[in-house]
């Protein structure tokens, strides 16, 4: 993950809205006959081309797998509530030293709860009420509603979710429900026809159609998923909404857009389904899901390096380091190997070395084919496990927690930052940091002028500098301080 400050176009499709009052707009739409055959068609011209086409060829039938595979799919909605404001700290007569910046140059703004609202989509997995959607539509939610086609609502609980492959299951109380069938995204091809149903902008049971445009795209901060590429019209609102092939199977949950408006311009990502099955499984069954881990960070192999390292083409993955202790490093990876193959299948490219780590069970073996010095070699290496979120004590009454959840800086982080320390933000439970405006994203550097190095110190400083603290954090290349207040 970058930590230059570039424009979000791989935005979420559906965000948590704050309610401020009624919202009209008028849309036009463009239909496509399915009914008329091309044949009928070519007849009803004069071209040379006829020869060429063949009378049996029929348009997609999207209109039998709406039918067939629609009640299926669930709108959901959900609700909840944001703290927000500023307080000005009062003079106490302690004599802390940073108590009067606090005072000073803390704004002065009520206290208070925001109310919010989402809208999302989902699809039903398991007749007992077993529901798949995204992380994003869900997280942090105080309540999570899912309205059937047949009009019916329930009260759905959050069995668990994912952030890092953008995926959450529910479930409701219900029995006998209609759900989808589950095909093979990886017997999917570029070209071929797909749909998507789903609730955008609130409209429910929305068909759109278009074709796989492209397979296995790594986007920034989202390197564990290879996600399938459409030109299906998806929106806000279409979040977690299954991706239909055309023999009616679902083969993706529909995550992200590529916008510079916030809405459609032709570039939509889905989940892959048996990405999100696997995810489903391990949520229910362990409660979180577990990653596989080698400990080296990697770059693209360009045809200047390819010449460099006497490659034959441009392919595999670049060693740009080896963590210490990693399991890569005890394997004997060095920087400036080329990984070749992994578990016998070829990486032409960078972005699909993470997703088949990550997919490994940790404690497993993984047998990789590297290059080195102009040869090739076999190593074996054991998988660890991959630690995503060092929780930073979340904000309990009493415990002077700030609501973080943190993680260390990646050697690639670093470097793009240009920096030696600090810890990344994850997540803002409602809670100091939050008041404070602190946001995922913010890179926290050092607290009351001491540098932070690792979320072990930053958890022993907040527990040692009282309920004032003065937070260096990097945000968008700026540094500032932000006063946080532990009451």
């Not at 609130?202 to 445009?213: D, K, L």
Request: proline share 6%; charged share 20%.
């Amino acid at each position: 993950m970058s930590m230059q400050s570039v424009p979000k176009y791989f935005g979420y499709v559906a965000a948590v809205t704050v309610v401020l009052g009624s919202l009209a707009a008028g849309y036009a739409y463009r239909g496509i006959s399915t009914e008329a055959p091309v044949s009928q068609a070519v007849a009803a011209t004069h071209s040379p081309l006829q020869a060429a086409v063949s009378p049996g060829i029929m348009l997609p039938d999207f209109a039998g797998i709406a039918a067939q595979q629609g009640p299926a799919v669930v709108n959901i909605s959900v609700s909840g509530t944001s703290k927000m404001g500023y307080s000005h700290t009062p003079d106490s007569g302690s004599g802390d030293p940073f108590e009067e910046f606090f005072r000073r140059f803390q704004p002065s703004i009520p206290h208070g709860d925001l109310p919010t609202r989402g809208m999302g989509s989902g699809f039903i997995v398991s007749a007992d009420g077993v529901i798949l959607t995204n992380a994003h539509v869900v997280a942090d939610a105080d309540e999570v509603t899912v309205k059937l086609t047949d009009r019916r609502e329930f009260k759905a609980k959050v069995k668990g979710y994912d952030k890092l492959s953008d995926v959450a299951v529910l479930k409701i109380e219900a029995k006998d429900l209609p759900v989808v069938k589950i095909g093979d995204p990886q017997q999917a091809r570029v070209g071929e026809w797909v749909i998507a149903i789903g609730s955008p902008f609130g409209f429910e049971s929305t068909v759109t159609a278009g074709i796989i445009s492209a397979k296995s795209r790594s986007l920034p901060d989202e390197g564990y998923v290879p996600f399938l590429q459409t030109d299906v019209a998806v929106n806000p609102g279409n979040s977690g909404g299954p991706l239909f092939n055309m023999n009616g199977e679902v083969i993706g949950i529909n995550s992200q857009i590529y916008s510079r408006s916030g809405g459609y311009q032709g570039l939509s990502f889905a989940i892959p389904i048996d990405v999100a099955m696997k995810v489903e499984r391990e949520l229910l069954d362990k409660g979180k899901v577990s990653r596989g881990r080698l400990g080296v960070m990697i770059q693209e192999v360009n045809q200047q390096l390819a010449d460099t390292f006497g490659l034959a083409k441009p392919a595999g993955a670049l060693v740009s380091s080896v963590e210490r202790n990693s399991p890569a490093e005890q394997a004997g990876i060095e920087p400036g190997d080329v990984i070749l193959k992994f578990n016998g299948k070829d990486i032409q490219s960078s972005s699909e070395l993470p997703p088949l780590v990550s997919a490994l069970t940790p404690g497993s073996v993984a047998k990789l084919e590297i290059w080195r010095k102009g040869k090739s070699k076999l190593v074996s290496v054991n998988v660890a496990e991959m630690k995503v979120v060092a929780d930073e004590t979340r904000a309990e009454p009493g415990k002077g927690g700030m609501g973080l959840a943190v993680r260390p800086l990646t050697p690639q982080e670093r470097k793009d930052a240009d920096i030696g320390e600090g810890v990344l933000v994850e997540d803002v439970a409602a809670g100091p940091a939050a008041r404070a405006g602190i946001r995922p994203g913010d890179v926290i550097l050092a607290v009351n002028g001491e540098k932070v190095s690792s979320v072990e110190q930053l958890r022993a400083l907040v527990a040692k500098k009282g309920k004032h603290l003065a937070l260096l954090i990097l945000r968008d290349e700026q540094k500032m301080f932000v006063p946080v207040d532990l009451g």
